[in-house]
């Protein structure tokens, strides 16, 4: 209505009203380095493709005369791992927005706030964990595990003190997916040092310098090999998640599920929920889209966890189909870093506004009056 309104009186939206229409204008303002590390995906880029197709080959069936239109009539909230949100969504995390917009996290995390919506903050972060905490509302921290426990720990501790209200650990990046849009650019921000804020600010990682690293350029380049080597762990297994139930009390989500039988294996192992994703394509190219792999994980851990879902959501339809094939929540990607490299805050808000205002208004239109309505025999698989 605020949009329509505005048009009467000649005001016409500076930013784009969809999410390809903010990856149109994102590449157009953006440098092309920064453009290619939130649009590239691993190798051919089949998988991020396939993350849209997927989305479809389902149609909504629309329901009629139920009253789930007017202004109230619709309640989006939902409570996700004991963390109520006004809408089912959350921000994905992705690490160094800094090469999107000066404190990128921070404000990623003031306009989620404002939303009344989630944030999920990245190990890879540019700010740190305790400059996001102090400004976000509800927010979650995405653990890449480091191969040393002792800074895995700082990393869980650091963020459960900083107000964090769950751990998600993403489980399909041990090492980066082969991207060649990166590799064409040399594009690699973390050797620039901006993606190692966590670590720099970090006690257990310092510990391990030989110099401080604002001392001089070699020291700064010392630390970041230390990173190189620190970043994933290889050896990492479900039983793990052990080590991380002694090290907090928050709920533990796993994110980068695909097979049925490993949300079983980490929910079995104590997670309290999966996140269905594929890195939005970015990891293993030609691997099942995002969506055509929820339905199966939903159907063997449905019951005992909760299911999120990430990797190809771009509309509010795209929200209620995963919503109908049994997500409790989505997070989103690649649009708010558009929105944010394009207009900073207001881009970040205005990208985050669209979703929410498209889905509830799939929502309403659909006959749906809450996020627990849409259900298989809301949508139609169509070929
Ligand atoms: C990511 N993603 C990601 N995931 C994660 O767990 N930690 C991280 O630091 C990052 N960093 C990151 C950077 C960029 C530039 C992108 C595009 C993605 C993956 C992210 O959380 C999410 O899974 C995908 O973005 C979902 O795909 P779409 O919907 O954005 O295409």
Known sequence: NEIYL???GGIVPELPMTADGLEKRAKEVLGPAEYAYVAGSASAERTAAANRAAFDRYRIIPRMLRGTTGPGARDLSVEVLGTRLAAPVLTAPIG????????????VAEVTKELGIGSVLSTAASSTIEEVGAAAGEWWYQLYWPNDPELARSFVQRAERAGAKAIVV???????G????DLELAHLPFLHGKGIANYLSDPVFRAKLPTPPEESEDAMRIAILTWVGLFGNHNLRATDLAHLREWTDLPIAVKGILHPDD????VDAGADAVVVSNHGG????GSIAALDALP?????????ADVLFDSGVRSGADVLIALALGAKAVLYGRP???GLGIAGRDGARHALRLLLADFDSALGLSGCANVTDPNRGTIAAVR
């Open 6 to 8: 505005g048009g009467l």
């Open 96 to 107: 160094v927005l800094e090469l999107m917009h000066e404190g990128g996290e921070v404000i």
């Open 170 to 176: 993403t489980v399909d990046t041990p090492t980066l």
């Open 178 to 181: 082969w991207r060649p849009q």
């Open 263 to 266: 949300a079983r294996l980490v």
């Open 282 to 285: 970015r990891q293993v190219d």
């Open 296 to 304: 199966a994980v939903v159907a063997s851990v449905g019951d005992r």
């Open 336 to 338: 708010y870093a558009y």
